[in-house]
T-cell receptor
Framework: AQSVSQHNHHVILSEAASLELGCNYS??????LFWYVQYPGQHLQLLLK??????LVKGIKGFEAEFIKSKFSFNLRKPSVQWSDTAEYFC???????????FGKGTSLLVTP | EAQVTQNPRYLITVTGKKLTVTCSQN?????MSWYRQDPGLGLRQIYY???????DKGDVPEGYKVSRKEKRNFPLILESPSPNQTSLYFC????????????FGEGSRLTVL
């Protein structure tokens, strides 16, 4: 069965620190990978996605993620976080054979001034 | 503007009193889905629909019903709500390209007393 693991449940960083959130998935076929962000009190919004091509994808607000097929990973990075990045981040995986997305349990990021 | 609209956004009800949370999308998407979000558990899929009159169970369907009589609408029905259904509910839709983004509604916070 498909599964998505996010290693860090809670992360606290100071402004300007670098961020890396881990995401690993378990699935045997071709996958499409997504990172979503949920700002406090809001709905989920797409940060970035990967489905083919360059494994390093860039998203909105300076975020990027790297797909490493051999490690079944799709880690999210940002070189310098801001207070406004405080949010919950969800990794999601979809297959080429269906339309459902499996979500990880989320990582809560708190950025302190 | 592309939108997924849920109503009500907030609801407090009592055990056993039937309720319906409506969901409507204006993007002509075939795929629609309901999730519940609970602390520490992330997003869990309740039901999904691939198209009109086609619905299927997700990971946590017990206590819920759905219908898909029209393409744009996908209501979630709680026939006899119980306190363990207190949660934040999200409706989402997606076109039938498996690289496409899943669009989320604003969420409906339900409390069952």
């Amino acid at each position: 069965a498909q599964s998505v693991s996010q290693h860090n449940h809670h992360v606290i960083l100071s402004e300007a620190a670098s961020l890396e959130l881990g995401c690993n998935y378990s699935y045997g076929g071709t996958v499409n990978l997504f990172w979503y962000v949920q700002y406090p009190g809001q709905h989920l919004q797409l940060l970035l996605k990967y489905f083919s091509g360059d494994p390093l994808v860039k998203g909105i607000k300076g975020f990027e993620a790297e797909f490493i097929k051999s490690k079944f990973s799709f880690n999210l990075r940002k070189p310098s976080v801001q207070w406004s990045d405080t949010a919950e981040y969800f990794c999601a995986v979809g297959s080429n054979s269906g339309y459902a997305l499996n979500f990880g349990k989320g990582t809560s990021l708190l950025v302190t001034p | 503007e592309a939108q997924v609209t849920q109503n009500p956004r907030y609801l407090i009800t009592v055990t056993g009193k039937k309720l319906t949370v409506t969901c409507s999308q204006n993007m002509n998407h075939e795929y629609m889905s309901w999730y519940r979000q609970d602390p520490g558990l992330g997003l869990r899929q309740i039901y999904y629909s691939m198209n009109v009159e086609v619905t299927d169970k997700g990971d946590v369907p017990e206590g819920y019903k759905v219908s898909r009589k029209e393409k744009r609408n996908f209501p979630l029905i709680l026939e006899s709500p119980s306190p363990n259904q207190t949660s934040l509910y999200f409706c989402a839709s997606r076109g039938t390209t498996n690289t496409g983004e899943l669009f989320f509604g604003e969420g409906s916070r339900l409390t069952v007393l």
